[in-house]
């Protein structure tokens, strides 16, 4: 994201914050990508509304919308009322049998040529040649009515309830030892990068914690906390497991495939 870019993100949260403070009406932006709600949670402090939150359609969401909630509305139920901005598709291939692999660049690539805004689609989660497809809910049934075909197979799609996505994403469970909690000793470990390479990439932006841009090299994880580096993919940092003699940690992380 540019400057401009940013200064027109943070115009329309404004804007979309002040509907819903003076007409007590849901309102919400686009699906936002970890740099754009960066942003958003940069300007919190700002927003007048009773309520507010961050939605992806499912727990481990990387995509997600910004939801700013009227009175009657609270935010740990945001679940229960997302399904009025944001819905979610099932693709499946026509024919089983003959089913290739399909990722999500596949799908992702499939919906690009039908002329679809990237900030119009969430997470798009794969499993064989099927996905779930969160999308705003504007834009589902022209999704439904016009995705035929991803790469060679030809798919089905339906709207299904926002809920009942049953693709889940992957995981493995490692140890590694790293000589602290920091940001840039864990991340290096994590990806098998020089500690210096990870430093440059929280550095330069390419990190995020929980949604939130990491500031510094030198920021200390929190346990549970879900770590994102761009160009490199995801992890949970579950915390220190024990310490060795000579003063090095065992951290338990959840990294995803």
Do not use: W
Request: hydrophobic share 40%; charged share 25%.
């Amino acid at each position: 994201m540019t400057s401009a870019d940013d200064a027109l993100l943070k115009n329309r949260i404004r804007e979309l914050d002040e509907q819903c403070y003076s007409r007590d009406i849901i309102r919400a932006t686009d699906f936002l990508g970890l740099r754009e709600q960066s942003v958003f949670h940069g300007m919190e402090r700002e927003l007048s509304s009773p309520s507010y939150a961050l939605f992806g359609g499912h727990e481990d969401a990387d995509r997600a919308m910004a939801f700013f909630l009227p009175s009657y509305m609270e935010a740990e139920y945001i679940g229960q009322y997302a399904s009025q901005l944001m819905s979610l598709i099932s693709a499946e291939p026509l024919n089983g049998r003959f089913t290739e692999e399909l990722s999500h660049r596949d799908y992702l690539g499939a919906l690009m040529n039908l002329g679809i805004e990237r900030s119009k689609i969430g997470d798009i989660l794969t499993e064989g040649g099927r996905a779930c497809i969160f999308a705003s809910s504007d834009m589902a049934g022209y999704i439904c009515d016009q995705l035929f075909r991803v790469r060679h197979t030809s798919v089905s799609c339906s709207l299904i309830p926002l809920d009942s996505c049953d693709i889940k994403p992957r995981f493995y469970e490692l140890r590694i030892n790293v000589a602290s909690e920091r940001a840039d000793a864990v991340i290096a470990a994590v990806f098998k990068l020089p500690r210096e390479l990870a430093s440059e990439l929280i550095a330069s932006g390419g990190a995020f914690m929980d949604g939130r841009e990491l500031s510094k090299p030198s920021a200390q994880l929190r346990d549970g906390s879900r770590v994102s580096v761009r160009g490199h993919g995801k992890f949970i940092y579950l915390g220190m497991e024990n310490m060795t003699r000579k003063g090095r940690l065992y951290v338990d992380i959840k990294k995803y495939v």
